[in-house]
């Protein structure tokens, strides 16, 4: 509480000011005005990636219908195969949620495009270098054990998806770029647009034209690249930060290459270490049902993450502005603000699941046994929902901080020296089955890497960390260019 004087009277007692309520009221203000800039992004961000997301629980939805052999098959080659690329390019264009978001704070614009030139480059080269996992997909789900039928239509469908596999080194990085510079309500309307492609195309494909599990796939590949050509479409309203295409995305790209495979490292250890869940569960006894199950599962908490990465990436971009430029207390401020708001929703939900937990398979199956397996499922469910209400947004701080390098190794000791070989002991040793894989997947996993991740943002510096970003976006910056122009917003 602050001391004053009254001025022009020394004479008169000290006066005590009512500090604390101006404290609190300034708090409540600084909260306010941070979660609007979080909800900017944050808004149209749930909504596009629920889109992008239910683009998936649509055509599983689909294939479900059709039989559980082909929900088996859609969900590994999605979950598994897709899902082994995706985490890995969707982990190499975060390296622009550093890059560009440190740039546009740091006002040095006419960078990003070059920067988003170069990741389509390096993420369009590993689709390449990726695509045997396509070719090969059902000699590959043998080998990790699948029963040989959802194998050879997984496979099939794998090959269908390729188109997809190829729209994800454009969309990524598009979606950076313009997320960096808070151009948000474009990137939900597109993936609406998207949305209601897949819904139509799936219809036609699926029940009118009889494809049958082909036509699900067909139907995202067509979804996908519909919202890759919206996007491109609308670089021509981003007249300061994309100038065109340019020969100075080739200069550079090595040590581009080399901050986007630590970033791919970062996250995809992450995302396929749920990958792996549903491989281990395909060595259960009566593994269809238990592969069924546990995909409904992960599809439901993987269309409710959709909010916890929209906190991700506000989170990544609020730190990356701040730091970018020079403001470190308004980058602590905001990582604050974006793991307590993360975190009460995803509350709210955990409780919804618990509520819901003997409705919530009926989207995808009416299979009997399917239906009681993920009733069972549902605990586990809800504090994996609860679980990454924080931990996603702890990594979109680290993105936004470029600390990709560092989080990976606490990825690879957290996920995979502890959390796999707890599932491994639990559900075969312990003989607790699919319970015991997750559980000990989250509890060992999970629960023990958002510790990690705590103590390293609450010890951070932030002084230090605006100052390694200045030195970055100055290292970064192509020295031939103006790095001086009129502020956008």
């Known amino acids: 509480m602050g001391i004053v004087q009254r001025d022009g009277d020394p004479d008169q007692p000290l006066l005590r000011e009512a500090g604390d309520d101006h404290d609190n009221k300034k708090l409540s203000v600084r909260v306010w005005i941070e979660s609007k800039k979080l909800w900017q992004i944050v808004g149209p961000a749930i909504f596009t990636r629920v889109s992008a997301y239910t683009m998936n629980i649509i055509s599983q939805a689909f294939a479900g219908h059709l039989g559980e052999v082909e929900l088996a098959a859609i969900s590994i080659a999605n979950t598994v195969i897709v899902g082994f690329n995706f985490g890995l390019l969707l982990g190499m264009a975060s390296a622009l949620e550093t890059l560009c978001g440190q740039a546009f704070g740091a006002k040095r614009y006419h960078m990003l495009g070059i920067y988003m030139q170069r990741s389509w480059i390096v993420l369009f080269l590993f689709c390449f270098l990726l695509l045997p996992v396509y070719v090969f997909a059902t000699p590959i789900l043998k080998w990790l054990g699948q029963p040989d039928d959802v194998a050879e239509l997984s496979g099939v469908v794998a090959v269908w998806l390729i188109p997809l596999h190829f729209s994800f080194a454009f969309q990524f990085p598009l979606q950076r770029f313009l997320q960096s510079q808070l151009e948000n309500q474009i990137l939900a309307w597109v993936s609406f647009v998207g949305l209601l492609v897949n819904i139509f195309t799936s219809w036609l494909f699926v029940y009118v034209l009889n494809f049958g599990v082909i036509g699900a ?187 990709q390098a560092m989080v990976a190794y606490v990825n690879l000791g957290c996920y995979y020296v502890i959390g796999l070989p707890l599932g491994f002991l639990m559900g075969w040793v312990f003989d607790f089955g699919v319970m015991g894989i997750w559980g000990g997947m989250i509890f060992g996993g999970t629960a023990f890497q958002t510790v990690v991740l705590s103590i390293i943002t609450a010890r951070c510096d932030w002084d230090k960390e605006a100052e390694t970003a200045k030195q970055r976006v100055q290292r970064w910056s192509s020295p031939n260019t103006d790095n001086e122009s009129e502020d956008p917003k």
């Not at 519909?226 to 300061?240: I, K």
């Not at 250890?269 to 060595?283: A, D, Q």
């Open 217 to 403: 796939a067909i139907a995202l590949d067509i979804s996908w690249w519909v919202s890759v050509l919206g996007l491109f479409g609308y670089l021509g309203w981003c007249r300061l930060t994309w100038t065109g295409f340019s020969t100075q995305a080739f200069s550079g790209l090595w040590e581009y290459t080399k901050l986007s495979i630590a970033s791919g490292v970062m996250l995809c250890l992450e995302n396929w270490y749920y990958r792996i869940l549903i491989l281990m569960t395909g060595h259960l006894s009566n593994a269809t049902v238990a592969v069924d199950a546990l995909s409904v599962c992960m599809s439901v908490n993987g269309w409710e993450i959709m909010i916890p990465l929209a906190f991700f990436a506000a989170a990544g971009v609020r730190v990356a502005n701040e730091l970018g430029a020079g403001n470190g207390n308004a980058a602590k401020f905001a990582t604050i603000v974006a793991v307590a708001e993360s975190t009460v929703i995803g509350f709210i939900l955990c409780i919804l699941i618990m509520i819901l937990r003997n409705k919530v398979a009926l989207i995808f199956t009416s299979s009997e046994d399917v239906l009681e397996e993920v009733d069972t499922l549902s605990y586990l469910l809800a504090v994996t929902i609860l679980l990454n209400s924080v931990q996603p947004v702890l990594s979109g701080v680290a993105v936004g901080s470029g600390w």
